[in-house]
């Protein structure tokens, strides 16, 4: 009986240690989406870079954005259309530029319109599914997910020590869609109900980077 017991507690003790391991895991992202629905929205500043028929476009974003789906985004680059803005309101699904209507989400060429990326980083911070998260290096990288129709966005996620996001990726069917830098990352506004009523369902506890 004693070699039993010495034999069973090693494993015991794996299994202790694989649980801890496994909430640290989940621990960063999560309590970055808490802050971030008991504030209600956010501020930040896009540096980020797509692909299109084999060319590059950079562009820059002025972003403020709410956890309902409410996102302003001014181009501060390139310069040549520098001051446009687009807002959407989250429940329409339009993304309205100078007052011009447009489609909102992933275009039929699995393209995501450049304006529209900054509401898509808060829905997944906010309410995406949780797929993966794990160290990378000095940096947290959290792999959210967002069901569109029948495929799956995912929003690649680094972020500091301190949880403050530093770069995403966005990719749809393993093709990378967008590649950014924030900066001046602060949370805003003030809504503490939120936190309690949207975290339930949305975690994996998964490990991975």
């Not at 990726?169 to 830098?181: S, T």
């Amino acid at each position: 009986m004693r070699r039993m017991t010495l034999a069973v507690l090693p494993m015991l003790l794996c299994l202790l240690c694989a649980c801890s391991s496994k909430e640290k895991t989940i621990q960063a992202p999560m309590e970055f989406r808490t802050n971030l629905l008991k504030a209600g929205a956010c501020t930040f500043s896009l540096h980020a870079t797509e692909e299109f028929d084999d060319r590059v476009y950079d562009f820059s974003l002025a972003c403020t954005c709410q956890t309902d789906g409410t996102t302003e985004a001014t181009v501060s680059a390139p310069e040549s259309i520098s001051g446009i803005s687009a807002r959407t309101d989250g429940k329409t699904g339009e993304l309205i530029c100078e007052g011009t209507v447009l489609s909102f989400g992933v275009n039929p060429d699995a393209r995501l319109a450049p304006l529209a990326v900054p509401s898509t980083l808060v829905n997944a911070w906010a309410g995406g599914y949780i797929a993966s998260s794990g160290k990378d290096g000095a940096e947290e990288c959290t792999v959210y997910e967002l069901g569109y129709g029948d495929d799956t966005l995912k929003v690649y996620t680094w972020s500091s020590a301190g949880g403050v996001p530093l770069r995403v990726e966005l990719a749809l069917n393993g093709e990378v869609l967008c590649r950014g830098d924030l900066s001046d990352f602060q949370f805003t506004g003030g809504n503490n109900e939120a936190a309690e009523t949207n975290l339930g369902g949305r975690v994996s506890g998964q490990s991975g980077s």
